[in-house]
């Protein structure tokens, strides 16, 4: 079966500090994977997705970045975080036929 | 970006009460999916809905993919308290990206 793992669990960050999510994917070849962002009481906005190695399209200009180095691994970076950068940030991978998202447990963000 | 217009936005209920809630569209979506979010937690798929007036069970749960392909509804019977938590619909288009459209969730509240 698929697994998705996001780490860390918890971060707390200075604004201006650099930012490295990791979330890899497991008993799947080949997955659409997307990074979210939810805000605390908010729904989910898409920040980026991929459809395979090294192919990254963003649908909102922020100065997040995200790279995608091997098959089953996402990565979300910053260079210099912002306070508006906190929030839970999810990571979802989608595959097979019908395309359903499958998400991680998230990585709680939290700029100081 | 767009999301899917989701009622009611928060609702308390007593234990053993039966719940539903929708979702709707201005846009035609070939498939409806329903997750629930627990706090802290990265959403969970429930139901996938992939035909127009599909009606589906997934134990005290059942949703359904409304006829015109722009709305969708979840009913949850004989509600008990872990089902609190955020419920989110989405839909997906058709092309090899499969940009999912997530509604804004209902938070559901039960009271024991």
């Known amino acids: 079966s698929q697994t998705i793992h996001q780490w860390p669990a918890t971060l707390v960050q200075p604004v201006g500090s650099p930012l490295s999510l990791e979330c890899t994917v497991e008993?799947?070849?080949?997955?659409?994977l997307y990074w979210y962002r939810q805000a605390a009481g908010r729904g989910l906005q898409l920040l980026f997705y991929?459809?395979?190695?090294?192919?990254i399209s963003s649908e909102v200009p922020q100065n997040l970045s995200a790279s995608r180095p091997q098959d089953r691994q996402f990565i979300l970076s910053s260079k210099k975080l912002l306070l508006s950068d906190s929030g839970f940030y999810l990571c979802?991978?989608?595959?097979?036929?019908?395309?359903?998202?499958?998400f991680g447990p998230g990585t709680r963000l939290t700029v100081t | 970006g767009q999301q899917l217009n989701q009622s009611p936005q928060s609702m308390f209920i007593q234990e053993g009460e039966d719940v539903s809630m929708n979702c709707t569209s201005s846009?035609?979506?070939?498939?409806w999916l329903w997750y629930k979010q627990d706090p802290g937690e990265g959403p969970v798929l429930l139901i996938a809905?992939?035909?127009?007036?599909e009606l589906t069970s997934n134990g005290r749960l059942t949703a359904q993919f409304g006829i015109t392909r722009k709305d969708s509804f979840l009913n949850i019977s004989a509600s008990i308290p872990s089902d609190v938590g955020i419920y989110f619909c989405?839909?997906?288009?058709?092309?090899?990206?499969?940009?999912?459209?997530f509604g804004t969730g209902t938070k559901l509240q039960v009271i024991p």
């Open positions: 979802a991978w989608a595959g097979g036929s019908q395309y359903e998202q499958y």
């Open positions: 008993g799947t070849s080949n997955p659409n």
């Open positions: 991929s459809v395979g190695i090294g192919q």
């Open positions: 846009s035609i979506f070939n498939t």
């Open positions: 809905l992939y035909k127009a007036g």
């Open positions: 989405a839909g997906l288009g058709s092309g090899g990206y499969q940009k999912v459209t």
